[in-house]
């Protein structure tokens, strides 16, 4: 029985059938001032008088051909054609060396070429940050260089606004830092970077919450009228890094309330804080509604 199957199949396999191969298309050689674009073809189908034995090797390994690109490559042209005499002499070659090529799909090959051009565009810092209990950042995060040079094919520099970075995580931070963050890299891989990574600075400090008292100013009284706010000051609570504790001064507040914005039905104005310094952060007055009276 068993000698009875293998005559089977090597007189089955012997025999020549004309059947349809599907092969992928390689595109090599490609000039560094283009790029490859997505609608070039990838697969090619044709047919061949050939034994089982070769079908059956096509069907557990895909046939491939390449395509040198720089051969019919013309600097003034996006588009390249390669000829069906071409298309079956490098399938005749490669795959089927002396095989007969029929039925090709295309009657030629189009190869389609993007320009690539370059642009300088902005990184956007992409991060999750963990302070430790009483631990803020001081200012903006730093990056440097806060832009790079992309370059690609045109269509895409062209809609890429920005780049992002990989996301930075860190937590219970309590002291300044710099790190190495690589820039996350578009879903085309064509896109090229220079750099390909940035320096991400963050200056951090120890926060104390502080308070001053000062007093209200109204503006825009007219000068026929006096008026009496209840209260006449206004505490303000804020943090401040202790570095720089020491220059916060009562005066360099100020909180008005406006004559003109006034509340008359209920007798209120809602105070304003005008001046403040850079260095305070997440200010808080500790009253919304300042009541008066008008004496005339």
Do not use: H
Not at 1 to 23: D, G, M, N, P
Not at 256 to 262: I, L, S
């Amino acid at each position: 029985l068993l000698i009875a199957v293998v005559f089977w199949v090597l007189t089955k396999f012997s025999r020549e059938y004309t059947a349809a191969v599907e092969a992928q298309i390689n595109y090599i050689s490609v000039p560094e001032n283009v790029s490859l674009s997505p609608e070039n073809k990838r697969n090619i189908t044709f047919e061949v008088t050939a034994n089982g034995f070769d079908f059956l090797f096509y069907q557990f390994n895909q046939p491939e051909i390449s395509v040198s690109v720089l051969k019919y490559y013309d600097e003034n042209k996006t588009k390249l054609f390669v000829s069906k005499e071409d298309l079956v002499g490098l399938i005749s070659n490669q795959i089927t060396k002396n095989l007969s090529v029929q039925n090709l799909s295309v009657n030629e090959l189009n190869i389609y070429l993007d320009k690539l051009i370059s642009k300088k565009v902005p990184v956007k810092v992409k991060t999750d940050f963990g302070y430790k209990n009483g631990f803020k950042v001081i200012d903006s995060i730093k990056i440097k260089p806060d832009s790079i040079t992309i370059s690609g094919p045109s269509e895409i520099i062209k809609s890429t606004k920005f780049i992002e970075t990989k996301l930075l995580s860190l937590q219970d931070i309590n002291k300044s830092f710099s790190s190495k963050v690589s820039l996350k890299q578009q879903d085309n891989t064509e896109l090229k970077y220079s750099p390909n990574e940035v320096i991400v600075s963050v200056k951090v400090d120890e926060f104390s919450q502080q308070e001053v008292t000062i007093p209200i100013d109204v503006i825009n009284l007219p000068p026929s009228k006096s008026i009496k706010i209840i209260p006449q000051n206004i505490t303000i609570t804020f943090d401040v890094s202790l570095r720089d504790f020491g220059d916060i001064l009562d005066t360099s507040f100020k909180v008005v309330c406006d004559f003109n914005e006034r509340n008359s039905e209920e007798n209120f104005m809602t105070p304003k804080l005008v001046q403040k310094p850079d260095k305070v952060r997440n200010v808080v007055l500790d009253a919304n509604k300042i009541d008066f009276l008008l004496f005339k």
